[in-house]
């Protein structure tokens, strides 16, 4: 038999032909065929110690050679192929094997049989790669260890640019961004651009054990950052993290870091970049060289590899992209307000004192208690003063002051009758400023709840029969007591300037002759 597996050792070795023919005594044909047929098969030295010649007769020259047996071969590329696909496996496609067999009156080899022999073959041809992944299963994610350093074009400040890289496995497609921090905000951001980037969304999602994507991985419980969570829920995909300390469970991410630090970071380190918005298009430039990169050890490049292996197996993007949303946990204070970092929001005051979800997005604030929504802001961009507090939130005290002014004190008093709308008037002009009066204005509408503004009008009008400086605490001891249901002739101060502390008895009392003890 011919030795194929010694010319194609030697010839990989830069053997000349006449060095082989001297040494293997075989003919300049049969070495230029087996060479020939090798490099159609993509077939390189080495190959697995168990690899025979005569496996590699029935392998280059498959009709010229037929195995002297009983049993038929089956189709170890088709075979290879519908592996790629969800869910098939080597005992599905054994069964279909020895279905066709069957209709054709042939033998079939036996399972066991029927998976060594394709093993092999997959290992003589290094068409593994599908078998260990599955195209459109899962995208790997990482953040590479180096960073780029850009500078403020003003003061010359040194920052950093942190570059993020996705892979998926089986094509080695590659998509890489740079941006000015490693936060969940960037983190959901770098997510949302791979998914276009790729056209489509893997089924499994593998990051390490950053807190953007883990709050805890145990070896019993893993517990997903619920932001992370939320995004992969939008996107119809899965989150499976790599094990703590274990860089294997997404070595195709970590061999593309390695790679992306070479021809991105390293390629990039005579430049010196001003702004962040610099270094973001020169990556982008750089990952498209990189993608476009042919393999060294098969035929096409990562950008081929993708589009005629493993787009078709992607899912499909959703009709309107994620938002990026922060989650945090706050306690609710005593003012019933929450904050995004920047501006407070209000919250329903009923929950002082609980502990509420906050979800903060580009747009908007958000609060949730026991998983329903609570309460929702517009978010503003810039610092304000005062809180954003809607009315339906506030206790029925802070609502009321919301109307607490001069003006709607006035519409009151005159709404329920000449008398109260005196004695208001008067509270709003005795001291240097109106608020001054406020106090006392809410007081008496107080009071007119509790006792009726009928009430409060008598009231108010024995008060200014007695005294040219009405107050609360009169005002109240006469409804107290009962006095403004008494009827009695007189008329009231007139001028309520004139003396506002020395005259305490009315024109009434020492009319009926009052009593001086």
Known sequence: MVDYLGILRLKHLGYSQRNIISSLHCSCHTIKDVVDAAAALNLEWPFDKDI???????????????PNSMFVEPDYAYVHKELAKQGVNLTLLWEEYCQQCA???????????FAVKYNKWARITKATMRIKHK?????????????????DSVTGEEHKAYLFIAVLPCSCYVYAEAVDNMQTENWLGCHINAFKYFDGVARLLIPDNCKTSTTENSRYDTILNHSYQELAEHYGTAIVPARVRRPQDKSHAEGSVRYAETWIIAS??????LSLLDVQKMVAEKLEELNAR??????????????E????????????PYEPAVWTKGKVPADYLITDGINKYSVPFNLIGEHVDIRVTRYIVEAFFNGSRVASHFRLKTPQRDPIVKEEHMPEEHRKYLYYNERSFKEWAQSVGEFTSKVVEYFLTSGSVPEQGFKACVSLNKLATRYSEERIEKACERILMLSSSPNIRNISTILKNGQDRITVKGEPVKSASSNKHSLTRGAAYFSRGGDSK
């Not at 209709?103 to 049989?113: A, D, G, H, R």
């Not at 459109?136 to 990482?142: N, Q, W, Y």
């Not at 990039?268 to 970049?273: E, V």
């Open 52 to 66: 025979t010649n005569q496996d590699l007769q029935n392998l280059l020259f498959p009709d010229k050679h037929k």
């Open 103 to 113: 209709l054709n009156n042939q033998t079939p080899y036996m399972y066991t049989q």
């Open 135 to 151: 195209p459109g299963d899962a995208i790997e994610i990482d953040w590479a260890g180096d960073t780029i350093p850009y500078y």
């Open 268 to 273: 990039l380190r005579n430049y010196k970049f």
């Open 294 to 307: 042919n393999f060294q050890k098969r035929p096409g490049n990562r950008r081929s590899a993708y589009y």
């Open 309 to 320: 292996e493993e787009k078709s197996f992607m899912l499909p993007l959703p009709t309107t």
